[in-house]
């Protein structure tokens, strides 16, 4: 292994799957719509409640909406993260992660894969994972808190192997552009 490359090893957990997937889906125009959408039922069922002439039909109706927006929505994409998690066989083993300067090598078991960076479309970043996308629809999941002390280091070649690539960055990413 080359000086300049690190290898890291990690398993999915079901903390970085759940941020992963309610980040996808929260961050698009649907899980938005969904947010505003929630959010107004909720206060037309405020209003309807606090009005002269509250109506049992117009509380039920858009009290559903703001539950069905704004608990169920949430809670049914956590308990998909959390199936996926039991069920996906991809998840079950760990993957390891090797990043030199000309590319990313991901494996798993026997099955291995290079990635060019100048094919990495986005980078996002939270406190439990990091999604390494090559498409808008397609990322690798990488466990953040599973990195350790390694968890800076990693970070920080992501950002700048695919800088000369200008991939999107999230905002807690863009400190390891100056380094």
Known sequence: MEASSKKITVNMNKKALTDFVLRSYYTKLSGI????????????????????NPTIR?????GAVAVVCLVLNPLTLIWKAKNQLKTN???????SYELTPEKLTISAGEESQDLE???IYRLRASNSMVAVYTSP??????PTTELGEDKSIVLSRL??????YRPRLSGNLKKYLAK
């Open 58 to 62: 117009n509380i039920l109706l858009f």
């Open 159 to 164: 950002v700048q192997y695919t800088r000369e």
């Open 117 to 119: 960076w100048n094919n």
């Open 33 to 52: 719509m969904s947010i505003i959408l929630g959010l107004g039922g909720l206060a037309f069922l405020v209003w309807n409640i606090v009005s002269d």
């Open 89 to 95: 066989p991809s998840y079950k083993a760990p993957v």
């Open 137 to 142: 629809y397609h990322a690798f999941v990488i």
